[in-house]
Protein backbone atom coordinates (compact mmCIF):
# COMPACT_ATOMS: atom_id res chain seq x y z
CA UNK A 1 0.00 0.00 0.00
CA UNK A 2 1.04 3.58 -0.75
CA UNK A 3 1.20 6.04 1.93
CA UNK A 4 -0.34 9.31 0.61
CA UNK A 5 0.29 13.06 1.60
CA UNK A 6 -2.44 15.28 3.95
CA UNK A 7 -2.58 19.40 3.25
CA UNK A 8 -0.15 19.81 6.18
CA UNK A 9 2.12 17.35 4.74
CA UNK A 10 2.20 14.25 7.04
CA UNK A 11 1.99 11.12 5.90
CA UNK A 12 -1.60 9.84 5.49
CA UNK A 13 -1.93 5.87 5.99
CA UNK A 14 -4.81 3.77 4.40
CA UNK A 15 -6.29 3.20 7.80
CA UNK A 16 -6.04 6.92 9.29
CA UNK A 17 -9.32 8.46 10.16
CA UNK A 18 -7.98 12.04 10.93
CA UNK A 19 -4.37 13.65 10.05
CA UNK A 20 -2.13 12.93 13.49
CA UNK A 21 -0.59 16.21 13.14
CA UNK A 22 -2.78 18.66 12.03
CA UNK A 23 -6.23 17.10 13.40
CA UNK A 24 -8.50 18.05 10.08
CA UNK A 25 -10.23 15.12 8.92
CA UNK A 26 -9.22 12.07 6.71
CA UNK A 27 -9.99 9.05 5.07
CA UNK A 28 -10.68 7.43 2.00
CA UNK A 29 -12.00 9.47 -1.13
CA UNK A 30 -14.37 7.51 -3.35
CA UNK A 31 -14.51 10.57 -6.23
CA UNK A 32 -10.80 10.33 -6.62
CA UNK A 33 -10.17 7.09 -5.07
CA UNK A 34 -7.27 7.82 -2.55
CA UNK A 35 -6.85 8.68 0.74
CA UNK A 36 -6.82 12.64 1.48
CA UNK A 37 -7.57 15.25 4.42
CA UNK A 38 -11.07 16.70 4.06
CA UNK A 39 -11.91 20.47 4.90
CA UNK A 40 -13.90 21.67 7.40
CA UNK A 41 -16.75 22.43 4.95
CA UNK A 42 -16.83 18.92 3.50
CA UNK A 43 -14.25 18.87 0.56
CA UNK A 44 -11.69 16.84 -0.73
CA UNK A 45 -8.27 18.25 -0.79
CA UNK A 46 -6.85 15.24 -2.38
CA UNK A 47 -4.85 16.62 -5.52
CA UNK A 48 -7.27 17.93 -8.64
CA UNK A 49 -10.24 16.84 -6.31
CA UNK A 50 -12.05 18.83 -4.49
CA UNK A 51 -15.17 17.16 -4.76
CA UNK A 52 -17.96 17.91 -1.98
CA UNK A 53 -17.85 14.88 -0.04
CA UNK A 54 -19.89 13.39 2.94
CA UNK A 55 -18.76 10.38 5.46
CA UNK A 56 -19.79 7.12 4.52
CA UNK A 57 -22.83 5.94 6.60
CA UNK A 58 -21.38 3.09 8.28
CA UNK A 59 -18.55 6.11 9.50
CA UNK A 60 -20.90 7.91 10.73
CA UNK A 61 -23.01 5.00 12.50
CA UNK A 62 -20.46 2.58 13.21
CA UNK A 63 -17.08 3.87 12.98
CA UNK A 64 -16.41 0.61 10.94
CA UNK A 65 -15.48 2.71 7.63
CA UNK A 66 -13.14 6.04 7.13
CA UNK A 67 -14.09 6.20 3.40
CA UNK A 68 -15.94 9.58 2.04
CA UNK A 69 -18.87 9.42 -0.64
CA UNK A 70 -19.63 12.38 -2.89
CA UNK A 71 -22.14 14.24 -1.31
CA UNK A 72 -25.51 13.42 -2.65
CA UNK A 73 -27.91 16.15 -3.78
CA UNK A 74 -30.81 15.58 -1.14
CA UNK A 75 -28.45 15.20 2.01
CA UNK A 76 -29.48 11.36 2.04
CA UNK A 77 -26.46 9.64 4.08
CA UNK A 78 -25.08 7.07 1.41
CA UNK A 79 -22.45 4.54 1.51
CA UNK A 80 -19.53 3.90 0.48
CA UNK A 81 -18.24 1.92 -2.87
CA UNK A 82 -16.39 -0.64 -0.64
CA UNK A 83 -19.65 -0.55 2.37
CA UNK A 84 -22.16 -0.99 -0.66
CA UNK A 85 -20.60 -4.57 -1.31
CA UNK A 86 -21.63 -5.45 2.08
CA UNK A 87 -25.08 -6.92 1.57
CA UNK A 88 -25.03 -8.48 5.80
CA UNK A 89 -23.51 -6.91 7.93
CA UNK A 90 -23.41 -8.58 11.54
CA UNK A 91 -25.87 -7.37 14.49
CA UNK A 92 -24.36 -4.12 14.99
CA UNK A 93 -25.98 -4.41 18.66
CA UNK A 94 -23.37 -6.45 19.78
CA UNK A 95 -19.96 -4.21 20.33
CA UNK A 96 -17.48 -7.58 19.67
CA UNK A 97 -19.59 -7.60 16.33
CA UNK A 98 -18.60 -3.89 15.52
CA UNK A 99 -15.14 -4.55 16.26
CA UNK A 100 -14.48 -7.89 14.07
CA UNK A 101 -16.97 -6.16 11.50
CA UNK A 102 -14.97 -2.87 11.32
CA UNK A 103 -11.43 -4.92 10.69
CA UNK A 104 -13.40 -7.04 8.08
CA UNK A 105 -14.00 -3.42 6.41
CA UNK A 106 -10.50 -2.91 6.23
CA UNK A 107 -9.65 -5.30 4.84
CA UNK A 108 -12.37 -5.28 2.10
CA UNK A 109 -11.11 -2.00 1.39
CA UNK A 110 -7.60 -2.90 0.88
CA UNK A 111 -8.69 -5.77 -1.65
CA UNK A 112 -10.80 -3.11 -3.41
CA UNK A 113 -7.64 -1.52 -3.51
CA UNK A 114 -5.80 -4.18 -4.83
CA UNK A 115 -8.00 -4.17 -7.97
CA UNK A 116 -7.61 -0.51 -8.89
CA UNK A 117 -3.86 -1.41 -8.65
CA UNK A 118 -4.29 -4.22 -11.16
CA UNK A 119 -6.63 -2.55 -13.24
CA UNK A 120 -9.47 -4.63 -13.18
CA UNK A 121 -12.45 -2.58 -14.27
CA UNK A 122 -15.53 -2.04 -11.65
CA UNK A 123 -18.29 -2.98 -14.15
CA UNK A 124 -16.52 -6.67 -14.15
CA UNK A 125 -17.29 -6.74 -10.66
CA UNK A 126 -20.77 -5.07 -10.30
CA UNK A 127 -22.28 -7.58 -13.63
CA UNK A 128 -24.57 -9.92 -12.23
CA UNK A 129 -24.48 -11.22 -10.34
CA UNK A 130 -22.54 -8.83 -8.51
CA UNK A 131 -19.54 -9.38 -6.06
CA UNK A 132 -20.69 -8.61 -2.23
CA UNK A 133 -20.13 -10.06 0.51
CA UNK A 134 -21.58 -11.35 3.98
CA UNK A 135 -20.04 -10.98 7.36
CA UNK A 136 -22.03 -13.53 9.82
CA UNK A 137 -21.51 -14.97 13.32
CA UNK A 138 -22.16 -18.23 14.43
CA UNK A 139 -25.10 -18.86 16.40
CA UNK A 140 -25.97 -22.48 18.72
CA UNK A 141 -28.22 -23.43 15.32
CA UNK A 142 -25.78 -22.75 12.68
CA UNK A 143 -21.91 -22.82 11.82
CA UNK A 144 -20.93 -20.14 9.16
CA UNK A 145 -19.15 -21.56 6.35
CA UNK A 146 -16.17 -19.03 4.76
CA UNK A 147 -16.91 -19.19 1.22
CA UNK A 148 -17.98 -18.31 -2.17
CA UNK A 149 -20.93 -19.34 -4.35
CA UNK A 150 -22.38 -17.17 -6.82
CA UNK A 151 -20.59 -13.75 -6.51
CA UNK A 152 -21.58 -13.80 -2.71
CA UNK A 153 -18.39 -14.07 -0.42
CA UNK A 154 -19.36 -15.14 2.93
CA UNK A 155 -16.96 -14.62 5.78
CA UNK A 156 -17.31 -16.07 9.68
CA UNK A 157 -17.04 -13.43 12.02
CA UNK A 158 -14.89 -15.47 14.49
CA UNK A 159 -12.16 -15.35 11.48
CA UNK A 160 -11.54 -11.49 12.70
CA UNK A 161 -10.59 -12.92 15.89
CA UNK A 162 -6.64 -13.62 16.20
CA UNK A 163 -7.12 -16.03 19.09
CA UNK A 164 -9.51 -17.72 16.69
CA UNK A 165 -7.14 -17.53 13.71
CA UNK A 166 -4.14 -18.26 14.63
CA UNK A 167 -5.97 -22.26 16.17
CA UNK A 168 -7.54 -22.73 12.62
CA UNK A 169 -3.96 -21.71 11.40
CA UNK A 170 -2.15 -24.22 13.60
CA UNK A 171 -5.17 -26.56 12.52
CA UNK A 172 -4.41 -26.36 8.77
CA UNK A 173 -0.56 -26.00 9.10
CA UNK A 174 -1.34 -22.78 6.94
CA UNK A 175 2.39 -20.06 7.23
CA UNK A 176 -0.63 -17.66 7.31
CA UNK A 177 -3.73 -16.75 8.12
CA UNK A 178 -4.52 -13.37 7.67
CA UNK A 179 -8.47 -10.95 6.62
CA UNK A 180 -6.98 -10.35 3.34
CA UNK A 181 -5.84 -13.34 2.74
CA UNK A 182 -9.19 -14.73 2.93
CA UNK A 183 -10.51 -11.81 1.08
CA UNK A 184 -8.07 -12.71 -1.92
CA UNK A 185 -8.87 -16.14 -2.10
CA UNK A 186 -12.44 -15.72 -1.99
CA UNK A 187 -12.62 -13.68 -4.42
CA UNK A 188 -10.28 -15.86 -6.72
CA UNK A 189 -13.33 -18.32 -6.68
CA UNK A 190 -15.44 -14.78 -8.07
CA UNK A 191 -12.73 -14.09 -10.34
CA UNK A 192 -12.82 -17.84 -11.72
CA UNK A 193 -16.84 -17.37 -12.18
CA UNK A 194 -16.24 -14.02 -13.90
CA UNK A 195 -13.73 -14.44 -16.10
CA UNK A 196 -13.17 -17.95 -16.82
CA UNK A 197 -16.62 -19.72 -16.43
CA UNK A 198 -18.30 -20.82 -19.71
CA UNK A 199 -15.39 -18.26 -21.26
CA UNK A 200 -12.01 -19.59 -20.73
CA UNK A 201 -12.41 -23.41 -19.11
CA UNK A 202 -9.96 -25.57 -21.45
CA UNK A 203 -7.37 -22.56 -21.09
CA UNK A 204 -8.04 -22.95 -17.42
CA UNK A 205 -8.23 -26.80 -17.36
CA UNK A 206 -4.51 -26.66 -19.07
CA UNK A 207 -2.99 -25.28 -16.70
CA UNK A 208 -4.87 -26.22 -13.03
CA UNK A 209 -6.19 -29.21 -14.41
CA UNK A 210 -9.75 -30.58 -14.90
CA UNK A 211 -11.91 -28.89 -12.81
CA UNK A 212 -14.89 -31.04 -13.52
CA UNK A 213 -12.62 -34.75 -13.03
CA UNK A 214 -12.75 -35.04 -10.29
CA UNK A 215 -16.05 -33.46 -8.88
CA UNK A 216 -14.90 -30.82 -6.35
CA UNK A 217 -17.07 -32.61 -3.32
CA UNK A 218 -15.09 -35.69 -3.94
CA UNK A 219 -11.58 -34.12 -4.27
CA UNK A 220 -12.30 -32.20 -0.92
CA UNK A 221 -12.73 -35.11 0.49
CA UNK A 222 -10.21 -36.61 -0.21
CA UNK A 223 -7.80 -33.82 0.63
CA UNK A 224 -9.48 -33.56 4.05
CA UNK A 225 -9.07 -37.59 4.24
CA UNK A 226 -5.70 -37.99 2.81
CA UNK A 227 -4.23 -34.74 3.07
CA UNK A 228 -1.87 -33.20 0.32
CA UNK A 229 -0.17 -34.81 -2.31
CA UNK A 230 3.68 -35.59 -1.64
CA UNK A 231 4.93 -33.79 -4.32
CA UNK A 232 2.71 -30.27 -4.10
CA UNK A 233 5.80 -28.18 -3.14
CA UNK A 234 6.74 -28.89 -7.13
CA UNK A 235 3.39 -28.39 -8.47
CA UNK A 236 1.55 -25.91 -6.03
CA UNK A 237 1.77 -22.55 -4.05
CA UNK A 238 0.05 -24.50 -1.03
CA UNK A 239 -0.88 -27.14 0.17
CA UNK A 240 -4.67 -26.75 -0.11
CA UNK A 241 -3.78 -25.64 -3.79
CA UNK A 242 -3.48 -28.97 -4.18
CA UNK A 243 -6.83 -30.25 -3.31
CA UNK A 244 -8.83 -29.56 -6.51
CA UNK A 245 -8.49 -27.30 -9.28
CA UNK A 246 -10.86 -24.30 -8.31
CA UNK A 247 -8.43 -24.25 -4.74
CA UNK A 248 -5.53 -23.95 -6.73
CA UNK A 249 -6.65 -21.06 -9.11
CA UNK A 250 -8.10 -19.43 -5.39
CA UNK A 251 -5.01 -20.09 -4.04
CA UNK A 252 -2.46 -18.66 -6.80
CA UNK A 253 -4.69 -15.42 -7.70
CA UNK A 254 -4.48 -15.00 -3.46
CA UNK A 255 -0.83 -15.36 -3.96
CA UNK A 256 -0.22 -13.21 -7.14
CA UNK A 257 -2.24 -10.30 -5.17
CA UNK A 258 -0.28 -10.64 -2.31
CA UNK A 259 2.87 -9.89 -4.41
CA UNK A 260 1.35 -7.20 -6.08
CA UNK A 261 0.59 -5.22 -2.95
CA UNK A 262 3.88 -6.28 -1.49
CA UNK A 263 5.55 -4.54 -4.55
CA UNK A 264 3.38 -1.82 -4.29
CA UNK A 265 4.28 -1.01 -0.93
CA UNK A 266 7.71 -1.57 -1.72
CA UNK A 267 7.64 0.94 -4.62
CA UNK A 268 6.50 3.42 -2.26
CA UNK A 269 8.42 2.76 0.81
CA UNK A 270 11.74 0.78 -0.22
CA UNK A 271 11.87 1.35 -4.38
CA UNK A 272 15.90 0.36 -3.76
CA UNK A 273 14.53 -3.32 -3.53
CA UNK A 274 12.87 -3.56 -6.28
CA UNK A 275 12.39 -2.27 -10.26
CA UNK A 276 10.24 0.77 -11.66
CA UNK A 277 6.47 0.14 -13.14
CA UNK A 278 4.76 -3.05 -12.43
CA UNK A 279 6.67 -4.96 -15.30
CA UNK A 280 5.97 -8.83 -16.66
CA UNK A 281 5.36 -11.65 -14.77
CA UNK A 282 8.55 -12.90 -14.69
CA UNK A 283 10.03 -9.52 -13.44
CA UNK A 284 7.80 -8.66 -10.80
CA UNK A 285 8.21 -12.52 -9.56
CA UNK A 286 12.12 -11.75 -9.26
CA UNK A 287 11.51 -8.76 -7.72
CA UNK A 288 9.07 -10.07 -5.07
CA UNK A 289 11.33 -12.77 -4.62
CA UNK A 290 14.30 -10.71 -3.91
CA UNK A 291 12.81 -8.90 -1.90
CA UNK A 292 11.10 -11.58 -0.17
CA UNK A 293 15.16 -12.63 1.78
CA UNK A 294 15.11 -9.45 3.22
CA UNK A 295 11.69 -8.80 4.48
CA UNK A 296 11.51 -12.69 5.42
CA UNK A 297 15.13 -11.88 7.52
CA UNK A 298 13.50 -8.87 9.09
CA UNK A 299 10.44 -10.79 10.58
CA UNK A 300 12.57 -13.36 11.48
CA UNK A 301 14.65 -11.09 13.53
CA UNK A 302 11.54 -9.84 15.32
CA UNK A 303 10.86 -14.08 16.06
CA UNK A 304 7.61 -13.26 13.44
CA UNK A 305 6.76 -15.77 10.50
CA UNK A 306 7.86 -15.24 7.40
CA UNK A 307 6.59 -12.58 5.01
CA UNK A 308 7.14 -14.24 1.64
CA UNK A 309 6.88 -17.82 3.11
CA UNK A 310 5.92 -19.10 -0.40
CA UNK A 311 8.55 -21.03 -2.94
CA UNK A 312 7.45 -20.68 -6.50
CA UNK A 313 8.17 -23.91 -8.47
CA UNK A 314 8.28 -23.56 -12.36
CA UNK A 315 5.03 -25.16 -12.32
CA UNK A 316 3.53 -22.20 -10.59
CA UNK A 317 4.91 -19.87 -12.57
CA UNK A 318 2.53 -20.52 -15.42
CA UNK A 319 -0.32 -20.64 -13.22
CA UNK A 320 0.46 -17.12 -11.73
CA UNK A 321 1.18 -15.84 -15.57
CA UNK A 322 -2.47 -17.05 -16.47
CA UNK A 323 -3.72 -14.67 -13.27
CA UNK A 324 -1.71 -11.93 -14.93
CA UNK A 325 -2.69 -12.48 -18.16
CA UNK A 326 -6.45 -12.12 -17.04
CA UNK A 327 -5.48 -8.80 -15.54
CA UNK A 328 -3.55 -7.40 -18.35
CA UNK A 329 -6.39 -7.98 -20.87
CA UNK A 330 -7.66 -4.79 -19.28
CA UNK A 331 -4.95 -2.90 -18.96
CA UNK A 332 -4.05 -3.17 -22.49
CA UNK A 333 -7.83 -2.11 -23.32
CA UNK A 334 -7.76 1.30 -21.44
ZN1 LIG B 1 -2.52 17.10 8.36
ZN1 LIG C 1 -11.13 13.21 -3.59
ZN1 LIG D 1 -17.80 2.84 3.85
ZN1 LIG E 1 -11.48 -21.71 -1.70
Same mark, same amino acid.
Not at 142 to 150: Q, S
Given at each position: ?31 ? =? =? ?12 ? @? ?9 N???YDVC ?17 C??T?VAPDA?DPQNVHRWRLLEA?K ?24 F?FLA ?8 ? @? ?7 I?L??A ?20 ? %? ?10 ? =? ?128 ? %? ?10
Open positions: MQTFACQCGATLFFGNRKCVACGCDAGWCDVC =R =RMTAVSSDGHCLGP @GCGAAVAPCGRLANAFVPQSATGETIRCRSQLSGARRLLYDFQTVGYPDAQLTAAPPLTRDTPEKHVIT @GHADGVITNAEDPVHRETARQQFGEPQRTLIG %HMRHETGHFIWM =REIEGQREDQSASVFGDHANPAYGDAMKTYYDHGPAADWPARFISKYASSHPWEDFAESFAFYLDMRSVLDTLRCQAPQLVGAGAGDLPTMLKSFQEAGVALNEVNRSLGLTDLVPEVVPPAVVAKLQFV %HDLFQRYVAAT
